[in-house]
């Protein structure tokens, strides 16, 4: 059997940026309305600055306005519900990602519940969640979505094009990855199963995948022969391993090798769903400026 065909995260992400971008200065032409993100980083983790900075400097390039908001890890809860109020009302932001994970002593239910739904590009607000847990198949997706997950359904319409009526195994259930993935291939008529850490023998079921998913944060854990023949898998793990002398490497949560001799179609680690986050963050933040302008959702 052929090797399985990669699918490029960092091309796609890169042709979504741009139609991003292309939308971002249309939009500003029309209504002189230019989309604004504000970043919201509390303490000092590393990788959330990191994070955010890539996010920041992204907005700008596709012709955004970003406001970039970093707080001390001492911040109290009222302080940054304050800000978030503040960032609610500000008309010339449209967007507000508050990085996780939030330091121990603020409580993250709190602050996502706060964020105006019309305003969270993460998707994460409750009555976001709730709109994609209740969305009809065919029912445009004019809310935001968790980017992570709205990439990886991007990824596989633009490999597979019509998902209807494959059968769907999501290894990871939480609720940034694994269920909004779930919710998003129900609605593209999928046939989804949720596998987690305590499901009965995983081999078994994800050898019955059409589409396989998997999303728990393990390195190269799902093997070779796990995977049906020709199947499409999407593999949104980031794993930093040892790679001998003191360095280390980033892999996923497949074993890439194994899986590329009998997949059909696979995502490497990294260059796969990892680029999709930060396109889809500003494909969001587009589609909340265009409603504040009172233009519907497009698909760019
Ligand atoms: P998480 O919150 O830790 O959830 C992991 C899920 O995997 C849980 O549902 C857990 O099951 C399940 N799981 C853990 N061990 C398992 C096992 N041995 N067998 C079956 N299921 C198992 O992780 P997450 O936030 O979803 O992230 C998952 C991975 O995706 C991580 O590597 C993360 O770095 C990566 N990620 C990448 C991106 C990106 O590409 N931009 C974004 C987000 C996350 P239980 O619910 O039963 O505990």
Redesign the pocket.
């Known amino acids: 059997m052929a090797e399985a065909k990669l699918i490029d995260g960092k091309v796609f992400a890169a042709g979504l940026r741009a139609r991003v971008g292309a939308g971002v200065a249309e939009l500003h032409a029309v209504t002189g309305i230019k989309p604004g993100l504000a970043t919201v980083l509390v303490g000092d983790d590393a990788a959330s600055q990191v994070y955010v900075k890539s996010k920041g400097r992204v907005a700008a390039e596709l012709g955004m306005a970003s406001f970039d908001h970093r707080l001390p890890a001492s911040t109290t809860e009222l302080e940054l519900l304050q800000l978030i109020t503040r960032l609610n009302k500000d008309p010339a932001v449209h967007g507000i990602l508050v990085q996780l994970p939030l330091p121990k002593h603020i409580v993250t239910p709190d602050i996502l519940l706060a964020v105006d739904p019309d305003k969270d590009v993460d998707g994460f607000h409750p009555m976001n969640v709730g709109r994609l847990g209740s969305i009809a198949s065919g029912a445009p997706l004019d809310f935001p979505v968790p980017?992570?997950p709205l990439?990886c359904s991007m990824l596989l319409a633009d490999a597979l094009g019509a998902l209807s009526g494959r059968h769907a195994v999501v290894?990871?259930?939480?609720?940034?990855?694994?269920r909004p993935v779930a919710q998003l291939l129900l609605k593209a008529d999928c046939t989804v199963t949720i596998?987690?850490?305590?499901?009965r023998d995983?081999p078994a079921l994800c050898r019955t995948a059409d589409i396989l998913v998997?999303?728990?944060?393990?390195p190269a854990?799902v093997r070779g022969d796990w995977i049906k023949p020709g199947a499409a898998v999407i593999d949104?793990?980031?794993?930093r391993i040892s790679a001998g002398d003191s360095k280390t490497r980033l892999v996923?949560?497949v074993a890439f090798d194994e899986a590329r001799a009998v997949a059909g179609h696979l995502t490497p680690?990294p260059g796969?769903?990892?680029?999709?986050?930060?396109a889809c963050l500003m494909y969001n933040t587009l589609q909340e400026a265009r409603r504040r302008a009172g233009l519907p959702f497009t698909a760019v």
């Open positions: 980017c992570t990439g290894l990871g259930r939480s609720t940034l990855v694994g596998a987690h850490s305590r499901t995983l998997v999303a728990i944060g393990k854990f949104v793990g980031i794993n996923g949560d680690v796969g769903v990892g680029p999709m986050t930060v």
